[in-house]
């Protein structure tokens, strides 16, 4: 049902209810702030809805390992007081290497995670066929990363904001923001305004309608989901190529990804495109992710596909997300652009905000996911 906000006042005024708004939103309400979050739509209806739920370490670069590691360690706080529909796995990312070549990189691997403290694991070709036996013969062998682990994000959106609103917050579904001031006055589409102290903007792919010098671009994805094969996997497994593919500055890019659910369904991914026009399936481009699928797990071909569905990620010119004070608009800070890893990462993001607007020594060094880094290299934001 649509509410009316006409004219609050509140602390905290947080655009946006996926993952990344809620856990924004269940930090600042635990330290006790008066907080509203202002949805357009549904709670997590948006990338959260769409994303694979993949909580997982990544070392494209020191700050995205360093900001991976803070949020799993939060998220292992979190995952045993989630309830069973959160569907929690610590079923442990395996990457596959094709070739010698890419087995030297596994190592390599390993070594710049044990750097980060991740007990990470490199099984040699018997041992990755034990640990997978879908696998085709051939491959020359992988890097087990045991603590990683997959949730549902929908119902984790919803637990947050349960949270937030037990401890004070309001949530205001289908009520759009149209314009937001540097001085904290938030306009929603129903004529009413929202006065706040500090103005989160979590509203993803949508975050540079309200923050234009925000550099985020969208980056579609598709995703297909079979029937149930319990057992048919045991990890997620990731080809070790799948950075060169997030890395892809334009055009067009698969992976092969796939992630056991609690359910017993696979969750087959992955595709990567900017300016796609519409958020329509492409069949060309699941047919490319499900040939890739094949390179690994001939079996694939048998399961049965049950949905295809895309989504958006906002993706940034250097893959890490924007975390902090706008620089054009002084009471608005970013809480946006964490392109495929925004499940994983937005606990760490809520911590770093609120250990900002509290004054506190954040755990990790914030500095890297400043949005002033692109001003302060000179050019302009966009
Ligand atoms: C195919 C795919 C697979 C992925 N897999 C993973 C994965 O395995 N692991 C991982 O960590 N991440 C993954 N991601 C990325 C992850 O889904 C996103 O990074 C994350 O969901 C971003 O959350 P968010 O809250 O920032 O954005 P969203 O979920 O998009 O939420 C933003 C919200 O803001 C609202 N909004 C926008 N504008 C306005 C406005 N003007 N007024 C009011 N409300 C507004 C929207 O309605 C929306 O609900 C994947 C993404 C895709 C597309």
Known sequence: MSTRASDIRCEIAIVGGGIVGAACAAEFAA?????????????????????????????????????????????????????????VDVCGTLWVAESDEEMALVERKRDVLAGGGVAAEVLAVDELRRAEPQLRAGLAGGLRVPDDAVIYPPTVTR???????DAGAQLRTR???????GDGRVH???????????????????????????????????????????GWVHHQLIELGYLRSTQAAAGESVAFNIQPRRTGQLLIGSSRQFDAETSDVEMRVVAKMVQRAREYL???????????WTGFRAATPDKLPLIGPSPEQPRVWLAAGHEGLGI???????????????????EIDAAPYLPQRFTAAGGSLA
């Open 344 to 362: 994983t990462t937005c606990l760490a993001t809520a911590r770093l905000l609120r250990d900002r607007w509290r004054g506190h020594a954040s």
């Open 175 to 181: 009520v759009a923001v149209r314009h937001v001031e």
């Open 31 to 87: 330290e006790g702030c008066r907080v509203v979050v202002l949805e357009r739509g549904i709670a997590a209806g948006e990338a959260t809805s769409a994303g694979m739920g993949h909580l997982v370490v990544l070392d494209d670069s020191p700050a995205q390992l360093a900001l991976t590691v803070y949020a799993r360690r939060l998220w292992h706080a979190l995952l045993p007081q989630l309830p069973a529909d959160a569907e």
């Open 298 to 308: 001939p079996g694939v071909e048998a399961l049965s596909a049950l949905r295809i």
């Open 159 to 165: 637990l947050l904001l349960a949270r937030a609103a």
């Open 188 to 230: 929603l589409a129903d004529g009413s305004r929202v006065q706040a102290d500090l103005v989160l903007n979590a509203a993803g792919t949508g975050a540079p309608a309200l923050s234009p010098a925000a550099p985020i671009r969208p980056r579609k994805g598709h995703l297909v989901i079979t029937d149930r094969y319990p």
